[in-house]
C-alpha cells in the first residue's frame, strides 16, 4: 500500500476500539475503565473523521465535535461519580460496586 | 513508499502501542499518561486528514481537559495502593481477550470487503480552502445545517455541569434530604417532625402529645388521629 | 514532495529556540536585578559587567549539581516530567509571526515556523499541554507537599485556561480568523476614529479582553500573584520540591520560556505585534514584548500571594463572566456592523 | 323603561357574585356575615327584575341582551341571550321576589348553623341558576340551567349532609331526577336532529314543518323532563323526602320556584305541545293523576311539612291539567299565586318547627293559636288560599284550571280535580287545626313555642298579604290583569270562551267543596263529631293506600332499586373482581414472576453487563457480516 486509503483509518480506529474494549472488559479500576470508554469514543472518531476524509465531507468532522462535547459531559458526570462513589464506599474497584444487584 | 505513508505508520504505531500501555498498565497514573500520548498521535492523524480544528480540540478537550480531570481524581482518591486489583478475574479477563480477537477478525473482515460507498460530499479540500480553511468551513456547516444539534449539545453541557455541581456536593445534599424528608414525611405513628437520626431516647413519650417546643424552633405536633391529621398544616404552609 | 520550506521551517525554528533560551537566560538576570532595584536591593552584579554573566554561572552551577532521585519517587515519571514541561513551553512560540516575508539568498522566506489556520488554538492547546509537566512532577516524586502543589495547580490551569481561550474569542469574532498571520495583517490596517488615524490594534477594540487574558496568562504561567503550586511559604515550593540540579533547572527554563512566549503572543494579539511607528519590524515586537515582561516582574515585586479559593473565586465568579459578556457584546457588535470595526 | 334592556345581565349576576364570594372567602373569612352578600344580591336581583318585568307588560315587546357566543362551532352557534317576554317577567319576578324572601328567613332560621357561609353560597347559586334557567332563549342553555338548578337541589337537600336520611333524600332527588332529565336530553336532541337549531323562536316557527308523530314524540319528551322536575306521576317520590333539606328550601327550591320549572318550561315551549293533541291529553291527564293521589296522600300524613309537600304535588298537578287542557294563562295563573302561599306554608311550618325545636309531628303539636299568633294567622290565610276559599288567591286561579279543563273538553278530568280539591281543603285544615287548634300535645315543660324574629316574621307577614290578594290579579276570571299581560306569550293558544253562568257554577261548586273538607276536618278535629281513626278504620284497604303513598316507594324499591343493586352486586363480585380484577392481578402476579426469574441476571457486576454488551456487539457485527456483507457470496 503506497498510498494512503480509508482502510489503513478504519484499522487504526478497530485497534484501539478493541483495545479500549478489552481494557474495559478485563480491568478493575473504574478510572481506568473510564479512559478506556474514552479510547473507544476516540476510535470512532478516528473512522468519523476518515470517513470524512474519503467523501470529501464535513459531516463526519462534525459528528466528532458531538462526540468529543458528549465526550467532556461524560466526563464531567463520570468523575463525579467516581468521586461520591469514593468517598461513601471508599474505593474505585469496580466489583465491589454493587448496590445496583436486585 | 511515500512519506504521508511512512508518518502515518509511525504515528499510528505510537497511539496503539500506547493504547495498549493504557490497558496493561498497572499504575493508573502511567495509564493515563499512555492515554494522553495515545490521544496526542491520534490527534496527529486528524491533521493528516485535514481535521486541524478537531486535531486542536482533541487535545484541548481530551488530553488539557478530560484527562488532566481524571489525573486529577486519580490523585484525589487513590491514596492507598491500588495495584493489586489492577486486572479482572481470571477467567474474565481471559474471554475479555478473546471476544476483542473475534471482534478484530470480525471488524477487521468488514473493512476489507467493504463495499459501501456513499456520495461525495460537498466539501472537496479546494471548497474548504475558499472559506478560508477548515475552521471557517465547520463553522458555516455548523451554525446552518446543524444549528439545532448544537443548540442541544449546549444543553447537555448544561446539565453537566449541574450535574457535577450536585455530585460534587455530597454532604449538603444529604443534608438538603434529610430535611426534605423531615418536612414531607407525614407519619401517624410518629411526632411530625422530629428529625430521623436523632436518637431515639430524645423523642416524646407516647403520650407527651401536647404542643411543646423541641428542636429549635419548630413545633412538634403529635398525631393521635385522622380527625388531627387533616388538621395538619397544608404542604404550603410549612416554613423553615 | 517540496523539501525546500519544511528545511526553512526547520532552520528557523532553530534559530527561534536559540533565541529564546538566550532571552530566558538574560530574563532570569533581569527580573533579579529589576525585582532588587525595587525592593531598594542592588542584586546580582559581581559575576561580568553589571552581573551580566550571572545566568552562565547559574547553569554552570545546576548542571554539576547532582540529579537526585527520591526513593518512593514513581521513577519514570519523575525524570519525565520536568523534560515534557520543557520540551513543551517553546512549542507555542512556532506561530508567532515575527515579520513579513523577507528575501534572503534570493527566495521568499516567511519570517515564521508555521501558519496554521488554527494557531491560535494550536497556543492554547499547547498550553494546556503543559499543566502535564506539573502535575506529573508533584505526582511522582512521592511527597504530599508536591502532589498538594500539583493539584492545586492543576485546578488553577484549568480555570484560567478557560478564561484565557474565551479572552481570545472576541478577536476571532472580528478577524474571522484563528490564523496569527492573519489577526496581525488585520491589526497593521489603519482606524479612523473621529478623524484620529489609530492603529487597529486589539488592546484598542478589546481592552477588556486584553485585561481578562493578561491576568489569565499570569495565572497560567504561575507567576505572582498566582504561584500558588510553587508557593515557597506553604507548600515548599510545591510540584518541585524535591527536583535538584539541571531537573530543577528544565522547570525553571520552562516557566521563563513560558513567560517569553506568552509575552509574545499577547504582543502579538494585541498590540499589533511587528507594527509599529516608523518602519515595522521584528524590533518593535521585542519591545512590546519586553513591556509585558517587566510586568510580570513589576508584579512579582508588588502583589502579595492570592489565598486558594480566592483564586478560583476570582476565575469563575468574575473573568469567566466578563469573558461571557465580552464575547456577547462583541458578537452584537459585529452582527450590527457598528463602527470602523 | 328601555334602559333596563341593557342591564339585564345585573339580575344573574348579582346572586352569581354573592354566591362566588361565599365559597371562596366563606369558610375562612366571611364565615357568618355570608348574608351581608347574600341577601342584598338577591334584592339587586329583584329590584332589577321589576323594570324589566314593567317594560315588557308595557310595551308588549320581548327584551334581549346578548351576552356572548358559547359555542361557535361552524354552523352550530349557541349564544348566551337573556330575554325577558311576559312569561319570563312573571317568573323573574316570582322567583327573584320569593328568594328575597326566603334569604330574608334564612338569616334568623339559619342562625348559628356550622354551615351557615355554605347555605348563603347555595342559596344565591340556586337564584343564580334559576333566573338564567328562566332568561334562557334557546334549549342548550335552558338544560344547563335546568341540570344546574337540579344540582342546586341536591346541595341544598343534603344541606346536613352528616344525616344519613338527609344524604339518602339528596341522592333521591338527583337520582329521580336524572330519569326526567334523561328523557328531557333526548327530546333536545330531537329536536336539534329534525330541526337544526336549538333557538326558542327558530324551533318554534319550523315545529309546524315536523310530522305529527315526531312532534308527539317531542313533546312527550320534552315532558319527561317536567314529569321529573315538577314531581309528577310516577316520579314524585323525590319532592316529600326532599323536605330533608332546610326549611327555607323547602319553601323556595320544592314549593315556589324550582318545581314550576317543568310547567314553565312547558309553557314555554307550548307550540310544541300545541302541535300534539296526544300529548297534550298525556299532560292533562298526568297531572290530573298526580293531583289526586298526591291529595289523598297528603290527607294521611302526620308530618306537617310533609303534608304541604304532598300538596305541593298536588297543586303542580293542577298546574299540569291547566296545560294540557290549554288553559295556559290558568295554569301560570296558578304558578304565580301557588308561589306565594306555598312559600308562605312553608315558612310557617318552619316557624312552628322553629318554635317546637324542630318538631315534626302534627300529632305533638296543637294549641299553638295561643303562643304563635302570627305564625297562626299566616298560615291559615296560606292554608285557606290553598284550600280555595274565597276570595283568597287559591281560589281564582284553581277555579280557572277547573272550569278551563270543563271548558277545554275535558270534563272527566275536571271532575278528578274537583274531587282532589275536597281533599285539598280537607288535608290543609286538618293541618291547621291538629297544629295550632286543640289541647297543647308538646311537652310544655321544656318547650315554651313563640313567634319567630323579625327576620323571620317579616316574610310571613309579606307572603299573606300576597296570598290573600295576589289572586285578584286574576279577577275577573279569564280577563283579568294577568290575562291580558301574557295574551301575547300564548297568542297561537285557543282562547276558551267561558259564559259567565259557567264560571259562577263552578265558583259556587269549588266554594261548596272547599267548605265541604273544612267542615270534615273541623268535625274530626276540632269538633271531635267525627273520629279519624273510625274512619280510618272503616276505609282499611283505601286508607292504608294512601297512607304508604299508594305503595309507590315500595314498587320502585322491588322492581327497579332491587333489581339494579342486584344487577350491580353481581358485576361487582363476577365481572369487576372475578374478570377485570383477575386480570390484573394476573398481569401484576406475571410480571413479578418473570422479574423473579430475570432478577438473577441482576448481578449488580457492571463487569457483566459489559461483557454482555460486548458479546451482543460481537454476534451483531457477525450477523451483518453474514448477511450483510458480500464476504461468503
Known amino acids: ?102 | 513508499m511515500a512519506i504521508e505513508v511512512l508518518i502515518f505508520y509511525l504515528l499510528a504505531g505510537v497511539a496503539i502501542a500506547a493504547a495498549a500501555g493504557v490497558v496493561l498498565a498497572r499504575n493508573p497514573v502511567h495509564s493515563a499518561v499512555s492515554l494522553v500520548l495515545s490521544f496526542v498521535n491520534v490527534a496527529a492523524i486528524y491533521v493528516m486528514l485535514r481535521a486541524e480544528f478537531l486535531a486542536v480540540a482533541q487535545v484541548i478537550v481530551y488530553t488539557g481537559a478530560i484527562i488532566v480531570l481524571v489525573l486529577f481524581v486519580l490523585m484525589l482518591v487513590q491514596q492507598q495502593d491500588l495495584p493489586e486489583f489492577h486486572g479482572g478475574r481470571p477467567l474474565r479477563r481471559a474471554v475479555g481477550f478473546l471476544l476483542g480477537l473475534v471482534l478484530l477478525a470480525e471488524v477487521a473482515a468488514a473493512i476489507l470487503t467493504r463495499s459501501l460507498r456513499g456520495a461525495p460530499g460537498s466539501w472537496p479540500p479546494e471548497a474548504v480552502a475558499a472559506v478560508g480553511g477548515n475552521i471557517q468551513a465547520i463553522g458555516r456547516e455548523l451554525y446552518s445545517v446543524y444549528m439545532l444539534p448544537i443548540q442541544a449539545t449546549a444543553l447537555l453541557l448544561l446539565a453537566a455541569t449541574v450535574g457535577a455541581l450536585f455530585l460534587a456536593r455530597p454532604e449538603l445534599i444529604e443534608e438538603r434530604l434529610a430535611v426534605a424528608r423531615r418536612l414531607f414525611t407525614i407519619s401517624l405513628a410518629h411526632p411530625r417532625g422530629v428529625d430521623p437520626l436523632q436518637p431515639v431516647a430524645e423523642l416524646p413519650g407516647p403520650h407527651d402529645n401536647e404542643r411543646k417546643p423541641a428542636g429549635g424552633d419548630r413545633v412538634l405536633v403529635m398525631a393521635r388521629n385522622a380527625e388531627e391529621f387533616t388538621e395538619q398544616p397544608a404542604w404550603g404552609e410549612i416554613r423553615r | 514532495m517540496d523539501w525546500e520550506p519544511l528545511i526553512v521551517s526547520y532552520l528557523f525554528g532553530f534559530v527561534l529556540l536559540n533565541v529564546l533560551l538566550l532571552a530566558m537566560a538574560y530574563m532570569t538576570w533581569l527580573e533579579r536585578r529589576l525585582v532588587a532595584f525595587f525592593q531598594d536591593r542592588i542584586g546580582p552584579n559581581r559575576t561580568g559587567p553589571f552581573g551580566l554573566l550571572q545566568p552562565i554561572a547559574d547553569a554552570v552551577k545546576l548542571i554539576s549539581k547532582e540529579d537526585i532521585v527520591p526513593a518512593n519517587a514513581d521513577r519514570l515519571v519523575f525524570l519525565v516530567a520536568p523534560l515534557l514541561s520543557f520540551v513543551l513551553a517553546p512549542l507555542g512560540a512556532l506561530v508567532v509571526p515575527f515579520g513579513d516575508a523577507v528575501t534572503v539568498f534570493g527566495r521568499q522566506v516567511n519570517l515564521y515556523v508555521i501558519d496554521i489556520n488554527v494557531a491560535a488554538l494550536y497556543f492554547l492547546a499547547v498550553g494546556s499541554m503543559g499543566v502535564y509537566g506539573i502535575i506529573l512532577g508533584g505526582y511522582a516524586s512521592g511527597n504530599r507537599y508536591s502532589l498538594l502543589g500539583a493539584l492545586r495547580s492543576t485546578a488553577q490551569v484549568i480555570s484560567y485556561e478557560l478564561v484565557l481561550g474565551l479572552s481570545l474569542v472576541g478577536i476571532f469574532i472580528l478577524t474571522g480568523s484563528l490564523s496569527l498571520v492573519d489577526i496581525l495583517r488585520v491589526q497593521q490596517r489603519t482606524l479612523v476614529l473621529g478623524g484620529l488615524e489609530l492603529p487597529n490594534w486589539f488592546l484598542l477594540s478589546q481592552p477588556l479582553a486584553f485585561v481578562l487574558f493578561l491576568i489569565a496568562a499570569v495565572a497560567e504561567t504561575n507567576r505572582a500573584p498566582f504561584d500558588l503550586p510553587e508557593a515557597e511559604t506553604e507548600l515548599i515550593a510545591g510540584y518541585f520540591t524535591e527536583y535538584s540540579g539541571f531537573r530543577f533547572s528544565f522547570y525553571f527554563l520552562a516557566e521563563y520560556i513560558n513567560m517569553i512566549v506568552v509575552s509574545l503572543i499577547a504582543a502579538t494579539l494585541f498590540l499589533g505585534g511587528i507594527d509599529g511607528p516608523f518602519v515595522d519590524g521584528v524590533w518593535w515586537l521585542a519591545v512590546k514584548a519586553f513591556i509585558f515582561l517587566f510586568f510580570y516582574v513589576w508584579l512579582r515585586a508588588t502583589l502579595p500571594r492570592f489565598r486558594y479559593d480566592q483564586l478560583m473565586g476570582l476565575a469563575w465568579k468574575v473573568l469567566l463572566p466578563l469573558a461571557l459578556i465580552n464575547i456577547g457584546v462583541t458578537g452584537l457588535v459585529r452582527l450590527w456592523g457598528i463602527g470602523a470595526l | 323603561m328601555e334602559w333596563i334592556a341593557d342591564w339585564l345581565f345585573v339580575i344573574p349576576l348579582a346572586p352569581l357574585i354573592a354566591a362566588v364570594a361565599n365559597f371562596l372567602l366563606g369558610r375562612w373569612w366571611i364565615r357568618d356575615r355570608a348574608h351581608w352578600i347574600a341577601v342584598p344580591a338577591v334584592g339587586v336581583s329583584f329590584l332589577a327584575s321589576v323594570p324589566a318585568f314593567l317594560a315588557v307588560a308595557r310595551q308588549h315587546e320581548p327584551l334581549s341582551q346578548h351576552l356572548y357566543t358559547w359555542i361557535p362551532a361552524g354552523d352550530f352557534r349557541v349564544p348566551v341571550v337573556l330575554s325577558v317576554d311576559q312569561l319570563t317577567a312573571v317568573m323573574l319576578l316570582v322567583v327573584t321576589g320569593v328568594s328575597f324572601l326566603v334569604h330574608l328567613y334564612s338569616v334568623g332560621y339559619m342562625h348559628g348553623d356550622p354551615g351557615y357561609h355554605r347555605f348563603f353560597a347555595y342559596l344565591p347559586l340556586f337564584v343564580f341558576s334559576m333566573v338564567m334557567l328562566v332568561l334562557a332563549s334557546n334549549f342548550l342553555v335552558l338544560f344547563v340551567f335546568w341540570e344546574a338548578v337540579g344540582l342546586c337541589s341536591y346541595l341544598l337537600i343534603g344541606f346536613w349532609f352528616r344525616r344519613r336520611s338527609a344524604a339518602d333524600a339528596a341522592k333521591k332527588a338527583f337520582i329521580v331526577n336524572r330519569v326526567g332529565d334523561f328523557g328531557f336530553s333526548i327530546g333536545i336532541m330531537l329536536i336539534f336532529v329534525t330541526l337544526g337549531t336549538l333557538d326558542y323562536a327558530e324551533v318554534f316557527e319550523r315545529v309546524g314543518t315536523l310530522g305529527a308523530g315526531t312532534v308527539t314524540a317531542i313533546a312527550l319528551l320534552l315532558f319527561t323532563g317536567a314529569i321529573g322536575k315538577s314531581a309528577q306521576v310516577p316520579l314524585f317520590v323525590w319532592l316529600p323526602d326532599a323536605m330533608e333539606g332546610p326549611t327555607p328550601v323547602s319553601a323556595l327550591i320544592h314549593a315556589a320556584t324550582m318545581v314550576t320549572a317543568g310547567i314553565f318550561m312547558v309553557a314555554r315551549t307550548h307550540p310544541i305541545f300545541l302541535a300534539s293533541p296526544t300529548a297534550m291529553l298525556v299532560v292533562a291527564i298526568v297531572g290530573a293523576v298526580t293531583a289526586f293521589i298526591a291529595a289523598t296522600i297528603a290527607v294521611t300524613q302526620y308530618d306537617i311539612k310533609r303534608v304541604v309537600a304532598y300538596s305541593t304535588v298536588s297543586q303542580l298537578g293542577y298546574m299540569a291539567i291547566g296545560l294540557g287542557t290549554g288553559a295556559w294563562i290558568a295554569a301560570i295563573f296558578h304558578l304565580f299565586t301557588h308561589a306565594f302561599f306555598k312559600a308562605l306554608l312553608f315558612l310557617g311550618s318552619g316557624s312552628v318547627m322553629h318554635g317546637l325545636h324542630d318538631e315534626l309531628d302534627m300529632r305533638r303539636m296543637g294549641g299553638l293559636k295561643r303562643s304563635m299568633p302570627l305564625t297562626y294567622w299566616t298560615f291559615l290565610i296560606g292554608a285557606a288560599a290553598n284550600a280555595g276559599i274565597l276570595p283568597l288567591a287559591g281560589f281564582w286561579s284553581k277555579d280557572e284550571i277547573i272550569v278551563g279543563a270543563w271548558v277545554g273538553g275535558y270534563p272527566v278530568v275536571a271532575l278528578i280535580a274537583l274531587a282532589a280539591a275536597f281533599f285539598t281543603s280537607l288535608y290543609m285544615f286538618r293541618a291547621v287545626f291538629m297544629t295550632f287548634h286543640g289541647e297543647e300535645r308538646f311537652d310544655r315543660a321544656h318547650l315554651h313555642p313563640h313567634d319567630p324574629p323579625w327576620t323571620m316574621s317579616v316574610p310571613l307577614v309579606v307572603l299573606a298579604v300576597g296570598a290573600a290578594v295576589a289572586g285578584f290579579a286574576g279577577v275577573p276570571p279569564e280577563q283579568g290583569w294577568f290575562h291580558r299581560l301574557l295574551e301575547p306569550v300564548f297568542e297561537s293558544a285557543m282562547h276558551h270562551e267561558v259564559s259567565l253562568a259557567t264560571t259562577l257554577a263552578f265558583g259556587a261548586i269549588s266554594t261548596v267543596i272547599a267548605l265541604a273538607g273544612l267542615y270534615l276536618a273541623a268535625a274530626a278535629y276540632v269538633l271531635g263529631t267525627v273520629s279519624p281513626a273510625v274512619v280510618a278504620e272503616r276505609l282499611g284497604p283505601l286508607y292504608r293506600l294512601a297512607y304508604n303513598k299508594w305503595y309507590f316507594d315500595d314498587v320502585y324499591q322491588r322492581l327497579i332499586v332491587e333489581p339494579a343493586r342486584g344487577f350491580a352486586t353481581f358485576l361487582w363480585r363476577q365481572i369487576d373482581v372475578g374478570v377485570i380484577d383477575a386480570a390484573v392481578n394476573g398481569a401484576a402476579s406475571l410480571v413479578v414472576w418473570t422479574s423473579q426469574l430475570w432478577r438473577r441476571a441482576q448481578t449488580g457486576l457492571v463487569a457483566n453487563y459489559v461483557l454482555a454488551i460486548a458479546l451482543g456487539t460481537v454476534i451483531i457485527v457477525g450477523a451483518y457480516l453474514i448477511a450483510g456483507s458480500n464476504l461468503f457470496r
Open chain 1, 1 to 102: 500500500m503506497s498510498e494512503l486509503t480509508t482502510a489503513h483509518f478504519l484499522f487504526l480506529s478497530a485497534a484501539l476500539f478493541i483495545i479500549g474494549m478489552v481494557g474495559v472488559l478485563t480491568r478493575r479500576n473504574v478510572l481506568i475503565i473510564f479512559m478506556c470508554v474514552e479510547l473507544m469514543l476516540n476510535a470512532v472518531n478516528v473512522s468519523f473523521i476518515g470517513f470524512a476524509w474519503e467523501q470529501n465531507a464535513l459531516t463526519g468532522q462534525i459528528f466528532a465535535l458531538f462526540v468529543i462535547a458528549v465526550a467532556a459531559a461524560e466526563a464531567v458526570i463520570g468523575l463525579g461519580i467516581v468521586m461520591a462513589l469514593s468517598r461513601r464506599l471508599d474505593t474505585v474497584d469496580i466489583d465491589e460496586v454493587r448496590q445496583l444487584r436486585e
